[in-house]
């Protein structure tokens, strides 16, 4: 099957026996240097290079898609090219994947890459060439009130994240706070530190705040016949577990040195009992008197204002004072008389 007679050729013409002869010679011939034509065809194609086969077939899909201008060569011509190209490609490759396994699986990656940008190029010319054709106005368009909506959307979305993240910050700080500035529940408020000399204490409960006290040399001592009330029994109220550790009789603190106003909390002595209270009626006080008893006494005491004197008065006192010129006038006889009548008076 498929063996054609000698003595005919292929239109069916009887052949002579001089052609039919030189047949049979070249056949014989391509019998013999089938293998020899083999290893040539296969050292061309080792001499291919891949990368600039490659290289010629994007340099045809620029030409064939590109969206600027048109392609300088017939669309035919390049696809004949690109034929080629492809035939040659794929012999290396087939050549390669029956000779060296490791070569062929790099050839075949690059080749994939290579489709992959073309098939990019084509789908971005498809789309240029697409846009081109559609008119402007056939584009439909949202209508106004849907464009509206999904604005007012947008922007409530982005408003309640902004809120979100604010409380969210406020609630981190608020907690942080909390940490660093709140003590532990039921534990006594931590001790003041000592400070080496001590102030004046504050103005008295019953001084107005309009007038100021008076100098820090002055002792300021409280209004008589007040009583200090004892908290301690208060402060026990508020706090429920300072009584339960007051009864059962846990360990004493030490009372502190405080150099600052006077504490009106009246600590447990080491023996545990509580100091004795002094209790008295309320009595009627001088305010007036009260009031005049912390002011210093330059203010309370009048005093002649007792200045050095100006210059200008100094410089007077030096200064003798001209009297004006008396005109002597001529004595009379009534005058002598005058004066002789004084004299004898003396004498009498």
Not at 90 to 95: A, G, P, S, T, V
Not at 103 to 115: D, F, H, I, R, S
Request: charge should be positive.
């Amino acid at each position: 099957m498929g063996c054609r007679p000698i003595n005919t050729t292929k239109s069916g013409e009887y052949m002579n026996t001089t052609n039919q002869a030189r047949k049979e010679a070249r056949k014989k011939e391509l019998k013999k240097t089938k293998k020899q034509r083999q290893l040539v065809r296969a050292a061309v194609l080792k001499g291919k290079d891949l990368a600039q086969i490659i290289e010629e077939m994007e340099k045809i899909d620029q030409m064939e898609y590109n969206v600027m201008q048109p392609p300088p060569l017939n669309e035919k011509v390049l696809k004949d090219k690109r034929k080629k190209l492809k035939e040659t490609l794929d012999r290396i490759l087939k050549m390669y994947a029956e000779d060296d396994q490791e070569m062929w699986a790099e050839l075949k990656k690059t080749v994939n890459q290579y489709e992959r940008r073309r098939i990019d190029l084509v789908s971005y010319f498809e789309a240029v060439r697409h846009a081109q054709q559609v008119q402007v106005d056939e584009i439909p368009l949202p209508s106004a009130a849907v464009v509206h909506k999904r604005r007012e959307i947008e922007r409530a979305e982005d408003l309640n994240a902004r809120l979100s993240l604010l409380e969210a910050k406020n609630e981190s700080n608020s907690k942080c706070n909390n940490k660093h500035t709140m003590p532990p529940m039921g534990l006594p408020p931590p001790p003041l530190p000592r400070i080496g000399l001590r102030l004046p204490p504050g103005p008295p409960p019953g001084m107005p705040r309009m007038l100021r006290p008076g100098p820090p040399s002055m002792p300021r001592m409280p209004p008589p016949q007040m009583q200090m009330p004892n908290l301690s029994n208060m402060t026990n109220i508020g706090n429920p577990q300072m009584q339960t550790q007051s009864a059962t009789g846990s360990q004493p603190k030490t009372p502190n040195v405080l150099s600052a106003a006077p504490q009106l909390i009246n600590r447990k002595d080491k023996d545990g009992k509580s100091t004795t209270t002094i209790e008295a009626k309320p009595q009627i006080r001088n305010l007036a008197a009260d009031v005049t008893r912390f002011l210093p006494i330059s203010h309370r005491v009048k005093r002649d204002d007792k200045r050095k004197p100006s210059i200008l008065s100094r410089l007077s006192e030096r200064i003798p004072e001209t009297q004006p010129m008396r005109t002597t006038q001529p004595k009379t006889k009534d005058d002598a008389y005058m004066q002789f009548m004084q004299e004898m008076e003396g004498l009498l």
